[in-house]
């Protein structure tokens, strides 16, 4: 695989990523059209994106820059979109755990947290001490990302096994019954070498 199909498959697997990352908090995970659409509009704002930072780098360059040497070119706008993608599924990644902590599921753990922490032995004779509260504080803050870390793994699990069940059902279809002008042409004899070779 070359540079630059290397650079593109990462970047439509990220984007795959990133989608379903977005999915984990703003669709119904029971509903594959709300997930598509999810999906859909993630991958639209992420081309978008990707068509942006492109332009960018092609006004930066000087005029006839990038005709010297085309496969460069290709390499440099294939790795700008990686890159793209890569700093979008950090946020998304970040905005995802940041709203399944806001969620009932993390809030009653930080609860559960923060009463057992005040709870403890060497804090029950003053719970409302300025110890008492920052430890508690501390150990919500802590139960609420580990809830929300739990609730993200968890729903992408859930979209990764419906999204591979969805592929599944697609019975896989031979070549020459979707191709049949090509499957029924023949091979020239230099292409049937190489081909061989």
Aim: charged share 25%; net charge negative.
């Amino acid at each position: 695989m070359c540079e630059v199909c290397g650079y593109r498959r990462r970047t439509q697997t990220l984007t795959v990523e990133t989608g379903l990352l977005a999915a984990t908090w703003a669709a119904v995970l029971d509903d594959p059209d709300d997930i598509a659409a999810v999906t859909a509009g993630v991958r639209a704002s992420l081309e978008a994106d990707i068509k942006h930072t492109q332009r960018e780098f092609l006004d930066s360059v000087q005029p006839g820059e990038l005709d010297t040497e085309p496969a460069g070119a290709a390499s440099v706008l294939a790795f700008a979109a990686l890159q793209t993608v890569e700093a979008a599924l950090s946020d998304y990644r970040s905005n995802a755990l940041g709203r399944l902590g806001r969620t009932e599921e993390a809030e009653a753990e930080a609860r559960r947290a923060y009463k057992t922490e005040q709870g403890r032995r060497w804090f029950r004779h003053n719970p409302n001490g300025a110890d008492a509260i920052a430890a508690a504080t501390k150990a919500a803050d802590t139960a609420r990302e580990r809830a929300a870390e739990y609730l993200l793994t968890t729903r992408l699990k859930q979209l990764r096994e419906q999204t591979a069940a969805r592929t599944e059902q697609a019975p896989a279809v031979p070549w020459t019954d979707r191709l049949p002008e090509l499957a029924a042409r023949p091979l020239h004899t230099d292409t049937a070498g190489a081909v061989i070779a």
